[in-house]
T-cell receptor, first 113, second 113 residues
Framework: NAGVTQTPKFQVLKTGQSMTLQCAQD?????MYWYRQDPGMGLRLIYY???????DKGEVPNGYNVSRLNKREFSLRLESAAPSQTSVYFC????????????FGPGTRLTVL | AQSVAQPEDQVNVAEGNPLTVKCTYS??????LFWYVQYPNRGLQFLLK??????LVKGSYGFEAEFNKSQTSFHLKKPSALVSDSALYFC???????????FGKGTTLSVSS
């Protein structure tokens, strides 16, 4: 069981470039999430997907798009990267029910110059 | 709206002493409460959760947390701190109808030898 995997681990972009962060889980979870972590701000939700085929905005969705490709995979796209998007990005997944915790991937450290 | 407060940015404790990391929350109805730990350059790891029942919840690595409904608190505790407990700790909450977890800003625990 790999759990939640993310690629790439590190990425450096120039302002205006685009990229897609990939996330996959092998726990048969319905729900998947994308968070960003910035110093002193905790984790903030970008987008989530409660089930295959559905996505919803979180607290900080501007500048991002997502795709729930299938039950396993949930990708995050930056269409035109900005320095304010420099952050560590975490993907997470959880099983059915609000009482379930979230399982996190190792993160992607993104720097936008 | 749901929210979580971790009033201390940093907690310092000597090895062998008890530790407490504080968390208060605001949520409609009954909360589901979680603690996560993050070691440097790693993803978040689940420590413990409160769903219902006994107010004292035991989790991984000897940690426990006490749920106090009247004070809307969920403090993380450990009777005897280890240097290896030094990490960033996050409290999170979800209401029974909620989607993603709402995280506090995190508390850095530093245990000195």
């Amino acid at each position: 069981n790999a759990g939640v995997t993310q690629t790439p681990k590190f990425q450096v972009l120039k302002t205006g470039q685009s990229m897609t962060l990939q996330c996959a889980q092998d726990m048969n979870h319905n729900s998947m999430y994308w968070y960003r972590q910035d110093p002193g701000m905790g984790l903030r939700l970008i987008y989530y997907s409660a089930s295959e085929g559905t996505t919803d905005k979180g607290e900080v969705p501007n500048g991002y798009n997502v795709s729930r490709l299938n039950k396993r995979e949930f990708s995050l796209r930056l269409e035109s990267a900005a320095p304010s998007q420099t952050s560590v990005y975490f993907c997470a997944s959880s099983g059915a029910g609000a009482s379930e915790g979230e399982y996190f991937g190792p993160g992607t450290r993104l720097t936008v110059l | 709206a749901q929210s979580v407060a971790q009033p201390e940015d940093q907690v310092n404790v000597a090895e062998g002493n008890p530790l407490t990391v504080k968390c208060t929350y605001s949520v409609s109805g009954n909360p589901y409460l979680f603690w996560y730990v993050q070691y440097p350059n790693r993803g978040l790891q689940f420590l413990l959760k409160y769903i219902t029942g006994d107010n004292l919840v035991k989790g991984s690595y000897g940690f426990e947390a006490e749920f106090n409904k009247s004070q809307t608190s969920f403090h993380l505790k450990k009777p005897s701190a280890l240097v290896s407990d030094s990490a960033l700790y996050f409290c999170a909450v979800r209401d029974q109808a909620g989607t993603a977890l709402i995280f506090g800003k995190g508390t850095t625990l530093s245990v000195s030898s």
